[in-house]
């Protein structure tokens, strides 16, 4: 078993300075976490995300603090040597800093080693509230999916002189307030790398190109199992989606012919206990 990821080891990484990227996965459940972690995934994020590639919605805006505490539980009970990070669904952090305490100590409790919000400059309190709290922080910043009807749609981020500088600002501000790192999604090239020189906490970026300091994609993503959006910047790594329904066409094959179970794949009497019941030789056919 492989060292704990923790919060300050975390912190610390920058590739500027000639560290090995960070790699984060999601995962929602017991299995996605053990897999994650026999990997060597180094963070699991018990991602929003939850919400389309798990319970089938069309945006993440509609979990709750019980359904991320429920699926935080499942992958902390794995007991993975990755760091466990939950998210803080659309309301939990918006409403005050006692609602936003209280519902990141729910995802603490459920077994997050820290907890992930969407925002930049206007989240501050939040997150030094949190941080007073002894909850460590990751901020996201750029194409924010909590901020999908606001934003009009899933779309790219920073793209104008203006608003890059902005996420710069953003960035420097969570650093400040003591996120340990931040989530870059979505935005060119050029501004995940302008944010990651800007800030001494590694940056993680989705959609922001190889210059973070580190990457995360979703599960179901990148082993091919969710197939009804595939972003540009997702790379599969395997195609369990094709693969699941063609073993499951093939189960129901053997089931419909009867070549599922087999002998083997059955429990048996002992002989003369099958004679006491007056069975003898192998079973009858069923029909
Ligand atoms: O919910 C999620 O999966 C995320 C990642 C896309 C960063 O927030």
């Known amino acids: 078993m492989s060292a704990r990821t923790t919060v300050p080891s975390v912190q610390g990484r920058k590739v500027r300075r000639g560290d ?11 299995p996605g976490a053990r897999m994650a ?25 509609q979990v709750t603090v019980d359904d991320m505490a429920h699926h935080t539980a499942a992958v902390a009970r794995a007991k993975p040597s990755a760091l466990v990070v939950a998210d803080l669904p659309w ?20 077994g997050a080693q820290a907890v992930k919000l969407e925002g930049g400059r206007k989240r501050l309190p939040m997150v030094e509230a949190l941080l007073d709290a002894e909850i460590p922080v ?49 935005v060119p090239d050029e501004v995940g790398r302008l944010v990651t020189d800007a ?8 959609g922001a ?12 993503d990148v082993l091919g199992i969710e197939d009804r959006v595939l972003p540009k910047f997702v790379r599969r ?15 129901a094959d053997d089931v419909r012919t009867g070549a599922f179970p087999s ?3 059955s429990y048996h009497l002992k002989a003369d206990e099958a004679e006491a019941l007056g069975l003898y030789g192998s079973p009858a056919p069923l029909a």
Not at 37 to 53: E, K, N, P, R, T
Not at 171 to 186: R, T, W
Not at 209 to 220: A, E, I, K, R
Not at 237 to 251: C, I, K, N, Q
């Open 20 to 30: 090995v990227p960070l790699v984060m996965v999601t995962a929602y459940d017991a």
């Open 91 to 110: 309301l939990s952090y918006h409403v005050s800093v006692e609602d936003t305490v209280r519902n990141a100590a729910a995802l603490v409790r459920a």
């Open 199 to 206: 800030i001494d906490v590694p940056t993680i970026g989705i």
């Open 237 to 251: 790594y395997a195609e369990l989606g094709v693969d699941g329904t063609r073993a499951l066409g093939a189960y």
């Open 138 to 186: 990751m901020g996201h910043i750029g194409l924010t999916p909590q901020s999908v009807n606001a934003m009009g749609g899933f779309k790219v981020q920073g793209r104008k002189h203006d608003a890059a500088l902005a996420l710069v600002e953003d960035a420097k501000a969570l650093e400040h307030a003591g996120c340990f790192a931040i989530v870059v999604e979505g």
């Open 209 to 220: 190109g190889p210059g973070t300091d580190g990457q995360v994609l979703v599960f179901h």
């Open 263 to 265: 002998p083997a794949e």
């Open 37 to 61: 972690d026999a990997a060597g995934i180094d963070m699991i994020l018990v991602g929003d995300s939850l919400a389309m590639v798990v319970l089938g919605y069309d945006d993440t805006l």
